[in-house]
């Protein structure tokens, strides 16, 4: 583990379309101390092409490639090779601002936090705003995360010096995989902090799974049945809190 190196691990699938733009706002970032390592996951297009221009010109990002197996494998892959000490999850489609890195290790160091996460903008695919920005809470225990996930994975940092490297559940590909994360995490950490601050752009396409509340309601009711054990009534009721936050939170 590097102290104070930023491990940033993006999954990438058929991304031809907005890599170079996410790529583009990592080298922007104030904070240099970063290593970006890209896990093409099977990609049918130009993506792995246009990174490996980018790996050429700044070996800080770095590319590898596997079988398609969803986003959570990708992400893993990333991991296990990340050397920093810290874990961050972008996606090749999301963006930072320039002072993203800077300002959640500040906030990090502030509240002495294993994770933190942050607000976004929310844009389209041609990089507008499509709905207002989604503003976090100041901070989220657990409990608070079972209701609804205010932790997107563009604005989280991990800091793996307490407790070590955590992987996400491969089993879930790409259907609520971070949220689980993020479970995992805040039963050793116990709260996670949030920026107010926007800090970043999270891009809304047309198929984004996290808008498709019915393609995900088996794998969210899952998350609570089956791997955090909650019981089914239980369950349930954290189903319908999740199903209601979510309508709200893309209602405009």
């Given amino acids: 583990m590097q102290t104070g190196l930023v491990s940033i691990i993006t999954p990438l699938y058929n991304g031809e379309k907005y890599v170079a733009q996410t790529i583009e706002s990592v080298l922007a970032q104030t904070y240099t101390d970063w290593e970006m390592i890209v896990v093409n996951d099977g990609s049918k297009d130009r993506s792995e092409e246009i990174v490996q221009a980018y790996t050429e010109k700044d070996p800080r990002i770095k590319l590898f490639s596997q079988p398609n197996g969803g986003s959570a494998s990708a992400r893993n892959n990333g991991i296990r090779r990340a050397a920093g000490q810290y874990i961050a999850l972008l996606d090749a489609d999301d963006l930072w601002e320039p002072f993203f890195l800077e300002a959640q290790l500040a906030l990090m160091k502030e509240k002495n936090a294993v994770l933190v996460y942050g607000s976004h903008k929310r844009i389209d695919e041609n990089g507008q705003e499509c709905l207002k920005p989604f503003i976090v809470p100041e901070k989220v225990t657990y409990k608070d995360l079972l209701k609804t996930c205010s932790i997107s994975c563009l604005t989280a940092l991990y800091d793996t010096s307490q407790y070590g490297k955590m992987y996400l559940n491969e089993a879930l590909r790409s259907l ?77």
């Fill in 176 to 252: 609520r995989d971070d949220h689980l994360f993020w479970l995992s995490i805040l039963k050793k950490a116990g709260v996670a902090y949030g920026n107010q601050r926007i800090i970043a752009s999270y891009r809304i396409l047309g198929s984004s799974v996290s808008r498709n509340k019915k393609k995900v309601i088996i794998p969210q009711f899952n998350i609570y049945y089956k791997y955090e054990k909650l019981g089914l009534i239980r369950s349930l009721y954290y189903l319908a809190s999740w199903a209601i936050n979510g309508f709200m939170k893309y209602r405009k």
